[in-house]
């Protein structure tokens, strides 16, 4: 087994101790650990408890994003829940999880950013009918509405253009006029979302890049 998995795993596997490796299920390349999870509010209330199922590749990781499934059927297999058919749970938007594969896990700081919220999130969900910190739409309108809220960015042309610009298909000079907003220094404008947009890889700057210029023919059209 890869070094760094076997550690993080033993790690995780102290500290949450209703958690166990499940050696029965063959999930190819894969670790598979089942648990359950209690969600206790701030005062200590214990709320509800999910089995669940999270599944690590020995291939990739820590380079990859756990796939986490409910098990107990606890969560209504409704899209408006995050989950799909078969329990495995949207755990947050594919940019925020893309970034984090690209700088790598730990299975336990992964387990308290995205797992255990994703559930009090269910119970915060039932309770007042909306997400404590908000939530994202699916597919195209994720990508948009991530876009405006991430990146204060609205207009598909102008976001064509830093994507462009990210993936060098549009050349930008820091002291020169910029090809995106057209003011007369690069560096003073634009060019910091650039490298921020940067930072998630050009294979999802490519599909972002596709999706918005669909996008914009089927409204210009
Ligand atoms: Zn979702
Ligand atoms: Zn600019």
């Given at each position: 087994?890869?070094y760094?998995?076997?550690?993080?795993?033993?790690?995780?596997?102290?500290?949450?101790?209703n958690?166990?490796?499940?050696?029965?299920?063959?999930?190819?390349?894969?670790?598979?650990?089942?648990?359950?999870?209690?969600?206790?509010?701030?005062?200590?209330?214990?709320?509800?408890?999910?089995?669940?199922?999270?599944?690590?590749?020995?291939?990739?990781?820590?380079?990859?994003i756990?796939?986490?499934?409910?098990?107990?059927?606890?969560?209504?297999?409704?899209?408006?829940?995050?989950?799909?058919?078969?329990?495995?749970?949207?755990?947050?938007?594919?940019?925020?999880?893309?970034?984090?594969?690209?700088?790598?896990?730990?299975i336990?700081?992964?387990?308290?950013?995205?797992?255990y919220?994703?559930?009090?999130?269910?119970?915060?969900?039932?309770?007042?009918?909306?997400?404590?910190?908000?939530?994202?739409?699916?597919d195209?309108?994720?990508?948009?509405?991530?876009?405006?809220?991430?990146?204060?960015?609205?207009?598909?042309?102008?976001?064509?253009?830093?994507?462009?610009?990210?993936l060098?298909?549009?050349?930008?000079?820091?002291?020169?006029?910029?090809?995106?907003?057209?003011?007369?220094?690069?560096?003073?404008c634009?060019?910091?979302?650039?490298?921020k947009?940067?930072?998630?890889?050009?294979?999802?700057?490519?599909?972002?890049?596709?999706?918005?210029?669909?996008?914009?023919?089927?409204?210009?059209?």
């Open positions: 087994m890869n760094c998995l076997k550690k993080d795993t033993e790690d995780f596997l102290e500290k949450y101790f958690f166990s490796i499940n050696t029965e299920m063959e999930i190819q390349n894969c670790l598979v650990l089942d648990g359950v999870i209690d969600i206790i509010d701030k005062e200590g209330v214990f709320w509800q408890n999910y089995n669940i199922r999270i599944l690590l590749s020995k291939l990739n990781y820590p380079n990859v756990p796939e986490v499934f409910e098990l107990s059927s606890k969560i209504d297999r409704d899209i408006k829940f995050h989950i799909d058919t078969n329990g495995k749970c949207c755990l947050d938007i594919y940019h925020r999880l893309a970034l984090v594969q690209r700088r790598g896990i730990n336990i700081d992964f387990y308290k950013r995205f797992v919220p994703f559930f009090a999130n269910h119970q915060f969900k039932i309770k007042t009918d909306s997400y404590a910190n908000g939530e994202y739409d699916h195209i309108a994720g990508v948009i509405q991530y876009y405006k809220e991430e990146f204060e960015l609205t207009d598909f042309t102008i976001i064509i253009k830093y994507l462009e610009c990210s060098g298909i549009l050349k930008a000079e820091r002291n020169r006029e910029c090809p995106i907003c057209g003011k007369p220094k690069y560096k003073k634009c060019a910091m979302k650039v490298e947009l940067k930072s998630y890889g050009n294979k999802l700057l490519k599909l972002d890049l596709k999706i918005f210029k669909e996008n914009l023919s089927t409204i210009t059209s």
